[in-house]
């Protein structure tokens, strides 16, 4: 078993694959935060007046605002005047209307990360709006997704040609008060993406969106939105890997859903920054906010992620279930190896009667990773009939690292059915020699078994993207147990 | 301005007390004086602090509580009280608003030693056990107790010595509508390596429900080597009650605690047990059963320090009105704590729209060869197992009737002396008897 073991600390220790940094010319604002750079970035990007003025009022409050410290994460605390808070390809006044124009180093970079757009354009009929740094620069299908009426876009395009969407809907869910970090998204986001699926459109692709990260000490501030209109149907992708480099990147992104009644979200997460080297240096710092609200009856928002990737992770997607019979789901596998620290979970808040939602997370820690599951399932007054079942495992992989699990359940209403369970576990030495002895190294054994803990969640995740995950988690842990 | 009163109250018998403590050992004047300074720099929790969030304690400190001290022992008050609440016979050891009360007790059996004023305080070796395990940041009013307690109760079963029956510990408390009382009644348990005990601690009131009555208990338990105690807790008196229980366990011993909460108007439980020796097996069982607008909230730790130990964890309420339940249980497993076998279950029944729960079953684990499971389940009666009772010729009402007794009674089952056990189980009998109509809803 032994030599096994060491083998298997060499896969943990592999270096991070996706390392590396484009030198593309970039146009900077000098490092720090106050109303000015605000106003500089807002005049950047020819937004609204009500825009910086919501930019502005969110300022206000995120001075007043303090970073919470409750999560299980220990991190050195973060310099916010030390960030420069506008980052964007200097090739952006003159935006590529085809990818013929993009700049063929940019499209190197998606090449190494093994996202060739083309290839995926016309094989998976995918349309991709790719996110370099703060501003997309590339936006497919959108013709074809136009004569649906369905406005895919970068959200600073939205914010110019659909002013009133924008107005109605940014902030609905996720307001600019609502956390530290989301304040500070609020004041500086510079780019993400916007969906408006209108009524009883049912979108008849998968949207996804790569994001990258690239110039050093840029915080990257994703401001992302989608629309679905009554009985609208929508799935939308997020993955992402990031370049290797020794400055902890802040990343403060925030997500909001708005499904009308009987409409249908699926937003589906692989997260594969940088997560710092052995020593736990460098690597991704990311906190984000993503919320949903079931706004209408029969309305459904379900949040699928893998997240494998950053030093700290600080995240929470949650359904705020008020429209009557809505439906909330979660599924997650978070990795925790090396120095990660993940601190993920979900908000279940039952408004509405007859309303339900399902929690399914997957924990792995490995090396000296801490992985945290922290959740809150709250059944109002209000909400009679309300079902919750939610299910936490762990999974260990070496004696020095941790798996917490932290859920939080409030119950107002006796007719709610809640279940909380949660499991800790590790990869038995007797099940990996079973597979030893049928011939499967043991190598591929961890990763059968692993694979086996996750699917639950895969199976959730839109095909190419489980097929992805499933690599992703591959090459992660190839072979962390002894 | 009423908890400036409280405060000041307290700070009077802080400086009260300061001839005592001058004539006390210097190790228990140091650990008084540290108490003191973690409870005033601790402040009173609010509900901004994390493990104070669903609980409000402000009400308490909106009460004025008097100090007179009391004439006469109330012996004969107690003997009513105890047999109304079918407590009476057995060895039984009375304290009275925090003070031995000799006049009211039994005498000890052989092989257990009941230790209490200076006996107690200026023993041999107590430096070395008292406030070891109760105190730390997070617990000011277990501070608070350290810092003010003005006898201790010391019970000692010594090493190898079997009790067959059980010892009755009795906090009683002669607050009453108009004469308050904030007590600090502080006990120590000792179980000698080998050594057989059964201790059940009740805290009752000699008055009614509005008394104005606050208990801060703190109640610490060593077990030796392959020591067993089995441990009931109960709260009987309609006060305020702050309790605290700190258990530190040897190797290869076994701890079995079951806490039962029917009273109280609100009722906050600190409950934690140190695995600290291996192969030792700890178990914290709860039953709470509420209404009106008690609030009862357990908070509780398991901690796994060394390797091959085994926990049990078993948490019910039943709630009717508007009373609120809050449990918050967290197992720690420490790192090289392998093969540690943790389970840990939360189960509530709501029998009003306004009631409500808050649970939080969490765990913390720094080792990876662990069986650590924790549920928690919130709801109502399980529809087919009612059908499958009417099904078999009982009425609805009695359905759910056996149904509710049984959800409650599973806690019981884990308080294997018969005595016990059917004390606990006439005293459910008896809540659920009045919340008859709640049940057959």
């Not at chain 2, 109640?219 to 089995?230: D, Y």
């Not at chain 2, 059917?422 to 809803?441: G, H, M, N």
């Amino acid at each position: 078993m032994k030599s096994e073991t060491q083998q298997i600390e060499e896969f943990a220790k592999r270096e991070y694959k996706y390392g590396f940094v484009t030198n593309i010319e970039m146009d900077v604002a000098p490092p720090g935060l106050n109303p000015d750079v605000i106003r500089f970035l807002s005049a950047k990007k020819q937004e609204p007046e009500f825009l910086l003025e919501w930019r502005l009022k969110a300022y206000e409050n995120w001075l007043k605002m303090e970073e919470p410290h409750w999560a299980h994460l220990h991190y050195e605390p973060v310099d916010y005047q030390a960030i420069s808070y506008w980052a964007a390809p200097k090739s952006n006044d003159d935006r590529p209307k085809s990818l013929d124009e993009v700049d063929p180093e940019l499209l190197e970079t998606y090449e190494k990360l093994g996202i060739p757009l083309r290839e995926r354009e016309l094989l998976a009929g995918v349309a991709v709006d790719a996110v370099f740094d703060s501003v997309s620069v590339a936006t497919t299908f959108k013709e074809k997704l136009g004569e649906l009426g369905i406005i895919f876009c970068p959200i600073s395009e939205a914010v110019r040609e659909h002013p009133e969407l924008v107005q109605k809907y940014l902030g609905s869910v996720v307001p600019y008060n609502d956390n530290f970090f989301a304040a500070l998204n609020s004041a500086v986001f510079t780019d993400g993406s916007f969906v408006y699926v209108p009524k009883g459109v049912r979108c008849p692709m998968e949207l996804s969106t790569y994001f990258r990260i690239n110039a050093a000490q840029t915080g990257q501030f994703e401001r992302t939105l989608i629309i679905a209109e009554e009985g609208a149907y929508v799935s939308y992708l997020e993955g992402c890997t990031a370049p290797m480099r020794d400055e902890n990147q802040l990343h403060a992104a925030v997500v909001e859903l708005h499904a009308a009644k009987d409409a249908k979200i699926k937003y589906s997460t692989v997260q594969n920054w940088y997560p710092g080297d052995e020593q736990g240096r460098g690597g991704i710092f990311n906190f984000v906010t993503k919320r949903g609200k079931c706004a209408g009856d029969r309305s459904k928002i379900s949040w699928t992620q893998v997240e494998t990737g950053s030093a700290i992770t600080w995240k929470y997607p949650s359904v705020i279930l008020l429209g009557d019979e809505s439906v909330g789901e979660f599924y997650s596998v978070a990795l925790a190896r090396g120095r990660q620290q993940a601190d993920t979970g979900t908000k279940m808040i039952h408004l509405g009667r007859n309303t339900s939602s399902t929690i399914v997370s997957k924990g792995i820690s490995a090396g000296h990773g801490q992985n945290s599951y922290r959740g809150l399932v709250k059944i109002n007054k209000a909400a009679d009939n309300a079902r919750n079942y939610s299910q936490c495992d762990s999974l260990l992989i070496g004696d020095q690292c941790g798996a917490h699990t932290f859920p939080y359940i409030e119950i107002r209403n006796p007719s709610a059915t809640v279940e909380h369970e949660a499991s800790t576990s590790k990869i038995g030495e007797d099940q990996i020699f079973y597979c030893r002895q049928r011939g499967i190294s043991a190598e591929d054994a961890v990763g059968m078994i692993v694979n086996g803990f996750c699917k639950e969640v895969f199976r959730e995740l839109p095909m190419e993207f489980a097929v992805e995950a499933q690599k992703l988690l591959g090459v992660s842990l190839e072979g962390s147990v002894g | 301005m009423k908890q400036a009163t409280t405060i000041d109250l307290l700070e009077r018998r802080w400086d009260g007390a300061s001839a005592q403590r001058g004539a006390e050992a210097s190790w228990l004047c140091g650990l008084r004086e540290e108490a003191w300074a973690q409870f005033n720099q601790a402040g009173i929790p609010t509900t901004r602090h994390e493990n104070w969030r669903a609980t409000n304690i402000a009400p308490v400190f909106r009460r004025d509580y008097e100090t007179a001290a009391i004439d006469a022992l109330p012996c004969g008050r107690v003997h009513e009280e105890l047999a109304r609440l079918d407590l009476l016979g057995g060895t039984t050891v009375v304290f009275i608003d925090g003070r031995f009360a000799p006049e009211c007790s039994s005498s000890m059996p052989e092989g257990i030693e009941l230790l209490s004023g200076a006996n107690a305080l200026e023993a041999d070796g107590l430096d070395r056990k008292l406030g070891q395990t109760a105190l730390g940041i997070g617990f000011p009013f277990s501070a608070l107790n350290s810092a003010l307690f003005s006898d201790l109760l010391w019970l000692r079963v010594r090493s190898g010595v079997v009790a067959t029956e059980p010892v009755t510990i009795l906090h009683v408390t002669t607050a009453s509508a108009d004469l308050g009382r904030f007590s600090h009644p502080r006990t120590l348990l000792e179980i000698e390596s080998g050594a057989k005990a059964a201790i059940a601690e009740y805290y009752l009131s000699l008055h009614d429900d509005d008394a104005v009555e606050c208990t801060n208990a703190v109640t610490e338990v060593l077990l030796g080597r392959a020591a067993e105690l089995q441990h009931l807790r109960s709260v009987l008196s309609g006060g305020f009650h702050f309790g605290r229980l700190a258990v530190d366990q040897a190797a290869e011993s076994n701890y079995n605690n079951v806490s039962l909460t029917l009273s109280g108007k609100l009722v906050r439980n600190d409950l934690s047990c140190g695995l600290y020796g291996e192969g030792a097996h700890g178990e914290l069982n709860g039953l709470v059963m509420v209404r009106d607008d008690q609030l009862v909230d357990n908070h509780t730790w398991i901690e796994h320090a060394q390797p091959e130990c085994t926990s049990h964890e078993l948490y019910k309420a039943i709630l009717d009105d508007q009373a609120r339940v809050v449990f918050n249980g967290r197992i720690h497993v420490h790192p090289g704590a392998q093969k540690t076998d943790a389970v840990q279950a939360n189960r509530n029944l709501l029998l009003s729209g306004d009631a409500i729960v808050n649970t939080n079953p969490q765990l913390e684990i720094y080792a990876d060869d662990v069986k650590c499971t924790h549920g928690a389940t919130v709801g109502q009666l399980d529809e087919q197992a009612q059908f499958y009772l009417q099904a078999r010729g009982l009425s609805r009402d009695q359905a759910r009737a056996l149904l509710v007794s049984a959800f409650a009674k599973e806690v019981l089952d884990h308080l294997p002396i018969k005595r016990l056990s059917d004390w606990a189980s006439t005293k459910v009998d008896q809540w659920l008897a009045r919340s008859a109509s709640a049940i057959e809803r």
